[in-house]
């Protein structure tokens, strides 16, 4: 009999059932604002972006130096030097060329725990030219041509991915990927990318705003550098205040 009394209650006050919706609605928006089920299973909390404390390389990236930034010009078209006190990533256009990238590295670095950070300016690249891109690599064998990638578009587009290089024949693997609203789009925009990275997770940031996390156990150390790629029409990045906090 109670049961019955208090059924027909709630049907004559619907009030009742769309304030109780709407605030299950709050509490969803306020739980996806703060991230809440969105990070794996026994990750952390995303730590701020940049870092407190004096980096281990503050580089303006204006010529080169004890870190010996890659300075080189590749058969398939791509190069990588300093031009105009920046730090300068093109890949060019070849015939019937396919889509491609390629890194640019401080052979002079090596890194396992550590935030990376670094500013980007996309100068030159296709309106139409969905690939291209620019970004960072971190933990990197540049002989082997393997390392993780973080690379976002003109567009605002970003990913997370490993390259295993081309002696391998595996594919590269994407982690991550999405579209960054805190990247300003458009040409000659400029746009701070880093990367938090330790032990097995990391964390993406774009304009020191946090935007992905993964977990992942390819690689473990290496160098840090920047890419730069491309398909159809010539992509130039420019890049400049590079710097490495260490992680104990």
Same mark, same amino acid.
């Given at each position: 009999?109670?049961?019955?009394?208090?059924?027909?209650?709630?049907?004559?006050?619907?009030?009742?059932?769309?304030?109780?919706?709407?605030?299950?609605?709050?509490?969803?928006?306020?739980?996806?604002?703060?991230?809440?089920?969105?990070?794996?299973?026994?990750?952390?909390?995303?730590?701020?972006?940049?870092?407190?404390?004096?980096?281990?390389?503050?580089?303006?990236?204006?010529?080169?130096?004890?870190?010996?930034?890659?300075?080189?010009?590749?058969?398939?078209?791509?190069?990588?030097?300093?031009?105009?006190?920046?730090?300068?990533?093109?890949?060019?256009?070849?015939?019937?060329?396919? &889509?491609?990238?390629?890194?640019?590295?401080?052979?002079?670095?090596?890194?396992?725990?550590?935030?990376?950070?670094?500013?980007?300016?996309?100068?030159?690249?296709?309106?139409?030219?969905?690939?291209?891109?620019?970004?960072?690599?971190?933990?990197?064998?540049?002989?082997?041509?393997?390392?993780?990638?973080?690379?976002?578009?003109?567009?605002?587009? &970003?990913?997370?991915?490993?390259?295993?290089?081309?002696?391998?024949?595996?594919?590269?693997?994407?982690?991550?990927?999405?579209?960054?609203?805190?990247?300003?789009?458009?040409?000659?925009?400029?746009?701070?990318?880093?990367?938090?990275?330790?032990?097995?997770?990391?964390?993406?940031?774009?304009?020191?705003?946090?935007?992905?996390?993964?977990?992942?156990?390819?690689?473990?150390?290496?160098?840090?550098?920047?890419?730069?790629?491309?398909?159809?029409?010539?992509?130039?990045?420019?890049?400049?205040?590079?710097?490495?906090?260490?992680?104990?």
């Amino acid at each position: 009999m109670n049961q019955e009394s208090e059924s027909a209650n709630t049907k004559k006050n619907p009030r009742l059932q769309l304030s109780g919706m709407v605030a299950l609605a709050i509490l969803i928006i306020i739980f996806s604002i703060a991230g809440v089920g969105c990070r794996p299973p026994g990750a952390t909390q995303a730590p701020p972006y940049p870092p407190s404390g004096t980096p281990t390389i503050d580089d303006p990236l204006t010529h080169n130096n004890s870190h010996e930034w890659e300075e080189k010009q590749l058969t398939k078209g791509g190069r990588c030097l300093f031009s105009s006190n920046t730090y300068l990533a093109t890949e060019s256009v070849l015939p019937n060329k396919r &889509y491609h990238y390629h890194a640019c590295a401080a052979k002079k670095t090596n890194y396992s725990n550590f935030t990376f950070g670094v500013e980007m300016t996309f100068k030159t690249y296709g309106d139409n030219d969905a690939n291209a891109i620019g970004g960072l690599i971190f933990r990197a064998n540049s002989k082997a041509v393997q390392f993780y990638g973080f690379s976002i578009s003109p567009q605002g587009n &970003y990913q997370l991915f490993v390259s295993f290089g081309p002696d391998t024949n595996t594919p590269d693997q994407d982690l991550a990927h999405g579209s960054a609203q805190s990247f300003i789009t458009g040409p000659n925009q400029h746009n701070t990318i880093g990367a938090i990275v330790k032990g097995n997770e990391i964390w993406l940031y774009i304009n020191n705003q946090y935007v992905a996390h993964v977990q992942d156990e390819h690689r473990t150390s290496g160098q840090v550098g920047v890419l730069v790629g491309g398909t159809n029409h010539v992509t130039e990045v420019v890049y400049t205040k590079a710097k490495v906090w260490q992680i104990a």
